[in-house]
């Protein structure tokens, strides 16, 4: 006879999509194997753990304040910058409104000192043509 080692065998695996099952099952004999191992007592753990937990806030509560100091100051950054450039166009504007004034004022200047040329050409002209009547009669 042969031995069962000469004998050829069949393995027949299924693929049953237990890989949750053997993950939670090997994640909660870990955690059994941690409790007894452990070189500390539960209670001792419970303290180092509150403690750490202690410190990871304190550390989260700095980071958002450092955060929170940083995006105010470039909240204020921001702030100044608009102020002043809210400023400078509101110069601009008071600018160009006196300029305006300003050229309208000459313009108008203009204008009156033409009229007054033009009056005084047509009283000229007429005075020229009143003359010339007069040599006419004599």
Do not use: C, N, W
């Not at 004999?29 to 303290?47: D, I, N, R």
């Not at 910058?81 to 160009?96: C, F, H, I, K």
């Not at 300029?99 to 200047?109: F, I, K, M, P, S």
């Not at 020229?128 to 004599?138: I, L, N, P, R, S």
């Amino acid at each position: 006879m042969r031995d069962q080692d000469d004998v050829p065998y069949i393995v027949i695996e299924r693929d049953s999509g237990g890989g949750v099952g053997a993950f939670l099952l090997g994640a909660v004999v870990g955690a059994g194997l941690a409790l007894l191992f452990a070189p500390k007592s539960g209670e001792e753990t419970q303290e180092d753990l509150r403690e750490q937990a202690q410190r990871l806030r304190v550390a989260a509560e700095e980071r958002m304040r450092e955060a929170q100091r940083h995006l105010e100051e470039r909240l204020d950054g921001a702030r100044d910058g608009l102020t002043a450039r809210y400023d400078e166009v509101r110069e601009a504007v008071s600018a160009g409104r006196d300029a305006a004034v300003e050229a309208r004022g000459d313009l108008e200047e203009r204008l009156e000192r033409s009229k007054a040329a033009y009056r005084a050409g047509v009283a000229a002209a007429r005075e020229a043509v009143a003359a010339g009547a007069e040599e006419v009669a004599d």
